[in-house]
């Protein structure tokens, strides 16, 4: 197991390596996870000596879910047939039996009813922790695991056909700078501040994840090549003329943008390359965009 956690390690710094990215915990922690998680031994490993917090598991969430369905339907099963007990109940004479099953049945069905609003609490709980499944907690953009599930059921409903998608990368320009000079904290504030400004100059209709430390994806849905440029050139715009203030510092960060459209038959693979081809081209200029079709 140690020899097999030490080949993983020297594969996230090679990972790291390959798209430009220093090993800072942050950066390695999410690389080092995603390796461990890949090759199936996270269940095997101690959540303390890997500074995890234990993930809330989607089987769980969804064995729970079932299981309050099924409480439910018991329920309104108990419901329904107390309130046929009352009808036949209504019909006999033995005023004394009567009370007593009425009374019984009455609150019977007063406790089914609270157990209902309670049941109400537990499915918007479930809800709650299932979309948090999906959420990057520092931005609040959706995560990684939101984007193949998003992106994957988009794919595999058009791939008989070219759909009117369109998918961007966006990289923040020199973002190890900002972090030497002003220190991650604040990093953090222009990554929170970037994902707020994108989410206001886009539509209901598309989507933003983050895809790794400094790196987002934007899902143009129902967009064709130049509804999706109109609106990187705005992000674009809005970003290089946007000074950000934390405390007393002023920061001014910058954008590159890869943007391509969807083929026929694309797969979350190649639609991707091709958008990360066209940001390798932004990068060389930065504070730019390009595309590639």
């Given at each position: 197991?140690?020899?097999?956690?030490?080949?993983?390690?020297?594969?996230?710094?090679?990972?790291?390596?390959?798209?430009?990215?220093?090993?800072?915990?942050?950066?390695?922690?999410?690389?080092?996870?995603?390796?461990?998680?890949?090759?199936?031994?996270?269940?095997?490993?101690?959540?303390?000596?890997?500074?995890?917090?234990?993930?809330?598991?989607?089987?769980?969430?969804?064995?729970?879910?079932?299981?309050?369905?099924?409480?439910?339907?018991?329920?309104?099963?108990?419901?329904?047939?107390?309130?046929?007990?009352?009808?036949?109940?209504?019909?006999?004479?033995?005023?004394?039996?009567?009370?007593?099953?009425?009374?019984?049945?009455?609150?019977l069905i007063k406790n089914v009813n609270e157990m209902?609003?309670?049941?109400?609490?537990?499915?918007?709980?479930?809800?709650?922790?299932?979309?948090?499944?999906?959420?990057?907690?520092?931005?609040?953009?959706?995560?990684?695991?939101?984007?193949?599930?998003?992106?994957?059921?988009?794919?595999?409903?058009?791939?008989?056909?070219?759909?009117?998608?369109?998918?961007?990368?966006?990289?923040?320009?020199?973002?190890?700078?900002?972090?030497?000079?002003?220190?991650?904290?604040?990093?953090?504030?222009?990554?929170?501040?970037?994902?707020?400004?994108?989410?206001?100059?886009?539509?209901?209709?598309?989507?933003?994840?983050?895809?790794?430390?400094?790196?987002?994806?934007?899902?143009?849905?129902?967009?064709?090549?130049?509804?999706?440029?109109?609106?990187?050139?705005?992000?674009?715009?809005?970003?290089?003329?946007?000074?950000?203030?934390?405390?007393?510092?002023?920061?001014?960060?910058?954008?590159?943008?890869?943007?391509?459209?969807?083929?026929?038959?694309?797969?979350?693979?190649?639609?991707?390359?091709?958008?990360?081809?066209?940001?390798?081209?932004?990068?060389?200029?930065?504070?730019?965009?390009?595309?590639?079709?």
């Amino acid at each position: 197991m140690e020899e097999l956690i030490k080949q993983i390690a020297k594969k996230s710094i090679e990972e790291l390596e390959k798209v430009h990215k220093s090993p800072y915990p942050l950066y390695y922690k999410e690389v080092f996870d995603a390796l461990v998680r890949e090759a199936g031994i996270l269940e095997q490993l101690n959540p303390k000596l890997l500074c995890l917090k234990p993930d809330l598991n989607e089987e769980l969430i969804e064995k729970t879910r079932s299981a309050v369905e099924n409480v439910q339907k018991t329920s309104s099963s108990i419901k329904s047939s107390s309130e046929d007990i009352l009808e036949i109940i209504n019909k006999v004479d033995a005023e004394e039996l009567k009370k007593t099953v009425a009374d019984f049945s009455s609150t019977l069905i007063k406790n089914v009813n609270e157990m209902g609003k309670r049941i109400s609490e537990l499915e918007n709980e479930l809800d709650k922790a299932y979309k948090d499944l999906l959420i990057d907690p520092l931005t609040k953009a959706y995560n990684r695991k939101a984007l193949e599930k998003k992106l994957g059921e988009i794919l595999e409903k058009g791939k008989e056909r070219q759909l009117d998608l369109c998918v961007a990368i966006v990289d923040m320009d020199d973002f190890k700078k900002i972090n030497d000079t002003f220190g991650h904290l604040v990093g953090d504030f222009v990554l929170i501040k970037l994902v707020q400004m994108i989410k206001k100059l886009i539509r209901a209709s598309d989507s933003i994840f983050r895809y790794g430390g400094d790196e987002f994806i934007i899902v143009f849905n129902r967009s064709n090549i130049d509804m999706a440029s109109k609106s990187v050139e705005r992000i674009l715009n809005k970003i290089r003329k946007t000074k950000l203030k934390y405390k007393d510092y002023i920061i001014v960060a910058t954008i590159s943008i890869g943007l391509t459209q969807h083929h026929k038959g694309d797969t979350m693979e190649t639609i991707l390359k091709r958008a990360d081809d066209a940001l390798y081209k932004a990068k060389k200029e930065k504070n730019s965009y390009e595309v590639v079709l």
